[in-house]
């Protein structure tokens, strides 16, 4: 049975690191610095989640955890993973500004859609749209950023329009990666945590899949579950923005957590390979 179990999770391992390294491949990332981050994680996730009535952590202990050398162990205890901190706030500021912007009826043409905004000034403008979802950022910043991400469009140098629904960067390959990092670690954190046997219950993890489906109804397929999932999120967004009391602080409530619904597309010609592996 752990032969087993050993076998399946090797090949879940495998499937999960083939797209990956495709990305890290692209982007210039060698095997040496993946190592060096996938060994620190090792001793990271073992210092923190494998301790034993709370007490800290030996290198030792960590070294017959990880399979690592107390010396190797001893190293990556000091090793600094980089941070994306500041591509999160951008992200996050960004999806805030246009959110407000398509819900809050100060924002919204007869309490329906977006309104065309002046681009500073008191009242109905950007400028204060920024100041309501993104706190002290400049809105010029934040314009700039959804200009180069083809979310929003100025009629002349004074104004300017909402024509996407979402933020989603398209030319800033940095960001992008940015989000692979988030949202492939949310996923793998929701499919951890069903994987537990602790009687938690269990997280929405869903998809459908059909698997001899003809060229001409993808397109048809691309664009109903665009429309279908932009609707769901737009509706879930709407209530979690009515929880979250950085938007609105008369919620209320105790503790503080990180709660949403992700979803994504996929398509690939079948390939009974992949199927049989």
Not at 81 to 90: A, E, H, I, Y
Not at 101 to 122: M, Q, T, Y
Not at 178 to 189: E, F, K, N, Q
Request: with cysteine.
């Amino acid at each position: 049975m752990e032969k087993n179990k050993g076998h399946i999770l090797a090949a879940a391992v495998a499937r999960i690191l083939k797209p990956l390294v495709c990305i890290l491949l692209r982007n210039g990332m060698s095997y040496k610095t993946f190592a060096d981050i996938a060994r620190s994680q090792f001793v990271e996730v073992a210092r923190k989640e494998s301790g034993i009535g709370g007490r800290k952590q030996s290198v030792s202990r960590i070294a017959v955890i990880t399979g690592l050398t107390r010396k190797e162990v001893s190293r990556l205890l000091k090793y600094s993973v980089p941070n994306d901190r500041d591509k999160s706030d951008r992200y996050h500021r960004a999806s805030r500004v246009v959110s407000g912007w398509r819900r809050d009826k100060a924002f919204l043409v007869a309490g329906r859609r977006p309104a065309v905004l002046a681009i500073a000034g008191p009242g109905k403008s950007f400028q204060q749209l920024v100041k309501r979802y993104s706190g002290d950022v400049p809105h010029r910043a934040v314009l700039d950023e959804l200009l180069n991400a083809g979310v929003v469009a100025c009629p002349d140098e004074n104004r300017v329009k909402l024509i996407e629904r979402a933020y989603m960067p398209r030319g800033d390959e940095t960001m992008k990666l940015h989000i692979l990092g988030i949202d492939t670690a949310h996923l793998i954190a929701t499919i951890s945590h069903n994987l537990k046997s602790d009687g938690a219950e269990p997280r929405f993890q869903r998809k459908v899949l059909y698997d001899n489906l003809p060229d001409e109804a993808l397109p048809a397929l691309r664009k109903l579950s665009l429309k279908s999932a932009q609707a769901l999120l737009e509706k879930l967004d709407g209530w979690l923005s009515s929880q979250d009391r950085d938007v609105n602080p008369e919620a209320g409530g105790s503790g503080r957590n990180t709660a949403g619904v992700g979803i994504y597309y996929f398509e690939e010609p079948y390939s009974q390979e992949e199927e049989l592996r």
